[in-house]
């Protein structure tokens, strides 16, 4: 099957960066949206940016501007850019792809196991 593994996260300043990156392994016979979600404490988890295999992008608006996601179809990775870091941009950034293992499959959904990013003075 598919697996995703997520790194890049850390703690970094208020103002900092992080480029977290997400590579997809496993039979992968095509990949079509990947995305990046994130879950703060005590909060649901949402989505902070997705990009289609045309490379269409959609940001939740408290982002647009300071991240940037894009993706390298040859190598199955997706990268979440992220600029002019604020505290609540604090959360667990989980990494995911729908995906078709082979030909004959359905696409599937598959999660990373999560990164910590943490926004902190």
């Known amino acids: 099957q598919v697996q995703l593994v997520e790194s890049g996260g850390g703690l970094v300043q208020p103002g900092g960066s992080l480029r977290l990156s997400c590579a997809a392994s496993?039979?992968?016979?095509?990949?079509?949206?990947m995305g990046w979600y994130r879950q703060a404490p005590g909060k649901q988890r949402e989505l902070v940016a997705a990009i289609t295999s045309a490379r269409s992008t959609k940001y939740v608006d408290s982002v647009k501007g300071r991240f940037t996601i894009s993706r390298d179809n040859a190598k199955n990775k997706v990268y979440l850019q992220m600029n002019r870091l604020k505290p609540e941009d604090t959360a667990v950034y989980y990494c995911k792809v729908d995906a078709r293992p082979t030909r004959w499959e359905w696409i599937n959904e598959y999660w990373g196991q999560g990164t910590q990013v943490t926004v902190s003075s």
């Open positions: 496993g039979s992968i016979f095509r990949t079509y949206v």
